[in-house]
């Protein structure tokens, strides 16, 4: 099995759960990897299967390397990518203000040098939205998801639809509006379907019952 084969494997098998394996799988990739392009998708792939296994420093030591080679290389759209990647992590392990700070560097990246990357905005909106919720600032998450929204419509990006109706639902939940709940909830499954995420159609779905 040569290396991008075997990245396609670690892939199925992170997204089937099979963590440990998938984590194995990565790290042979990157022992292996004979370009750059080979190490950065390994990475990229190692780091979350560590942030979903709560291994957070190693996974925030492969962000943090891919973020000092996009640097390096003035790769913007990997620089903005890395950044988000460790401002995830951070706010996965609860560490909210190194978190915001991540993102906040985000942001200023994105608006100085990629304005028009309505993905990338999306998914920094969406992030300080799960934040915001997390630490009850209500108002706030509202804002955060409609800006997500927004941006994922401006994008026609199904799967950042998708979260930011979630968030939605999730936040409306949080202050008993039900039947607004449900209704993002009922929005962001059938976003899913459109982007091709079954599996975050059926979750959704999940929770509007």
Not at 112 to 128: I, K
Not at 187 to 202: P, V
Request: proline share 0%; glycine share 8%; hydrophobic share 40%.
């Amino acid at each position: 099995m040569d290396v991008k084969q075997a990245l396609g494997e670690a892939f199925r098998l992170f997204d089937a759960g099979e963590l440990e394996e998938s984590k194995s799988i990565y790290r042979q990739c990157l022992e292996q990897a004979e370009n750059r392009e080979d190490e950065q998708s390994a990475l990229h792939g190692l780091g979350f299967a560590l942030a979903m296994k709560e291994e957070w420093q190693e996974a925030l030591e492969c962000y943090e390397k891919l973020h000092s080679w996009a640097v390096e290389e003035r790769d913007i759209s990997d620089e903005a990518i890395a950044l988000h990647q460790i401002g995830m992590v951070h706010r996965m392990r609860g560490a909210y203000d190194l978190a915001k700070e991540a993102f906040t560097q985000e942001l200023a990246h994105r608006n100085a040098r990629l304005p028009e990357n309505h993905v990338g905005f999306s998914a920094v909106a969406y992030e300080l939205g799960l934040i915001a919720l997390t630490e009850k600032r209500i108002q706030e998450a509202f804002r955060c998801f409609e800006e997500a929204l927004r941006q994922g419509e401006l994008a026609g990006c199904g799967i950042c639809i998708g979260c930011a109706h979630q968030g939605l639902g999730q936040t409306y939940k949080e202050t008993g509006g039900l039947e607004q709940s449900r209704s993002h909830f009922m929005r962001s499954a059938e976003a899913f379907e459109k982007g091709g995420d079954a599996r975050a159609a059926a979750e959704a779905r999940s929770m509007a019952e």
